[in-house]
């Protein structure tokens, strides 16, 4: 059975930092794309990050250019987004996700871990 699960959401002071971490087992992800995403309280879901298997190609959304990078460590099977500078629009869960279907869309999930950033 498949499953991802992150860890590391917590409550922060704006400025402050935090590192999820995105554990997959279940089958090796090391060969497909991984993303963050988040979804803040009355809000749609939005990609936040993502990585090609080796980390040569990222992607980033516009809000988190500068502060956040992903990263990935294949032999653990786990994805990393480190958070700096965080602002309190930065407050979300938010969801690590992997696409195995080459053009598709992401197709596993985990459950999301919150992230709460105080002005």
């Known amino acids: 059975q498949v499953q991802l699960v992150e860890s590391g959401g917590g409550l922060v002071q704006a400025g402050g930092s935090l590192r999820l971490s995105c554990e997959g087992s279940?089958?090796?992800?090391?060969?497909?794309?991984w993303g963050w995403f988040r979804q803040a309280p009355g809000k749609e879901r939005e990609f936040v990050a993502s990585?090609?298997?080796?980390?040569?190609?990222?992607s980033y959304a516009d809000s988190v250019k500068g502060r956040f990078t992903i990263s990935r460590d294949n032999a653990k099977n786990t994805v990393y987004l480190q958070m700096n500078s965080l602002k309190p629009e930065d407050t979300a869960i938010y969801y690590c996700a992997v696409r195995t279907v080459l053009g598709g869309s992401f197709n596993y999930w985990g459950q999301g871990t919150q992230v709460t950033v105080s002005s």
């Open positions: 990585t090609n298997w080796n980390g040569g190609s990222t």
């Open positions: 279940g089958r090796t992800f090391s060969t497909f794309r």
